[in-house]
């Protein structure tokens, strides 16, 4: 059983002054705990993120191995077919790791019930700015942080900005703080809203979330 919640936020401009719009997401979260679906969401992600390109070869595959080593009969020794045997030394590998494909399945609904539930948990973490992305025209990482420093952001802590569209003084500015992590409102995961200690949203991604995840 979910319910409706509704959290406003008092957006900032870019150089920090209290802006005298508001905006409003709602959300839709489980009455109960909804940690499970964030566990299963951490779980669907690490398995896509998985290559699976181990790969062993088994006697068949092995390079060699045509004739037999030995006659059948008559040496005194352990009768062998072939030289590629996986009891020999360059042989096939038995039962060994052959490439292949990890996936969980999440239905879409429960995928956008665990980013909601984690986006409401972390509710009092997230700063918005208003107009971040077209109001950001310096490149510089010192220009960013004067941004942060301004808006009471602080910067040594894990820091997740999300955005409608990456902008190239915006990916330039933050690509060398090592805290930092630019990502896009579609691209929004259950892994970065986990690890984020400050979360700093713009106006149009919160338009986006709202249309994409709180359907």
Known sequence: MTVQKFITYNPVKINGQQSDTKHKLILNVLETSGNYLVHKDLLRHFCSQKQGTVSTKTRSEVRGGG?????????GRARAGSNRSPLWKGGGVIFGPKPKTTSL?????????????????KRNKVLLIENLETEFLNSKTTAFLK???????????????????????????????K?????????????????????????????????????
């Open 67 to 75: 004739s037999k080593p030995w006659r059948q009969k008559g040496t």
């Open 105 to 121: 399945k999440l239905n879409k609904k429960e995928r956008q019930l665990s980013l909601q539930t984690l986006f409401y948990n």
């Open 147 to 177: 941004i942060c420093k301004e808006c009471n952001v602080i910067t040594t802590q894990k820091l997740l900005i999300i955005t409608s569209k990456k902008t190239i003084p915006l990916k330039l500015a933050t690509q060398n703080l």
């Open 179 to 215: 805290n930092v992590e630019l990502i896009l409102a579609s691209n929004l995961n259950t892994l970065s809203l986990l690890k984020a200690e400050q979360i700093i949203l713009t106006s149009s991604a919160l338009i986006d979330i709202q249309e994409i995840y709180c359907e």
